[in-house]
């Protein structure tokens, strides 16, 4: 079983020491399975969600965790949607042609998401704990990011 992990760039001998403490951080992010970890190909967000403690799990409102815990065992469909809905820039139509699914569909899954959670995807505060939700979720699930 192979093991990686890559920081990132060093410029120059001098920052050695950085990128090898980077590397050797990466490699908790790796799955028990091995791969690799790279930081680069990582964003701040997912850094940060990958590296979420006991604590930040238990922040989470447990409607939101619920919600995310029974989409998950139903399909993600509730999750695409809200990736999809981010990924579009808060376009729904958008959003909905990238599911492959009619606008009402992708309408109805907000507000389904929203009364099941208590957070409005289209208010940036609430999307934001969402993202963090779902982000702190996958992570937890998959045991570190193969990137």
Known sequence: MLSMGISTVAKGACELPRAYQEARAA???VPS?????ALPRLSPFDYLALHADDLARQLVD???RKL?????RRGDTLAATIRAF??????????????????????????RIE??????PRRIADLLELLVALAIRDGAGEGGAGQ
């Open 115 to 120: 009364e099941r959670s208590g957070r409005n």
């Open 27 to 29: 490699l908790d992010l």
């Open 86 to 111: 981010v990924e579009a820039d808060l376009n729904l139509r958008l959003a909905a042609d990238r599911l492959r699914v009619h606008h009402n569909t992708a309408h109805y899954r907000l507000r």
């Open 62 to 64: 447990p409607r939101v």
């Open 68 to 72: 995310l815990e029974e989409d998950r």
């Open 33 to 37: 399975g091995g791969g690799v970890a």
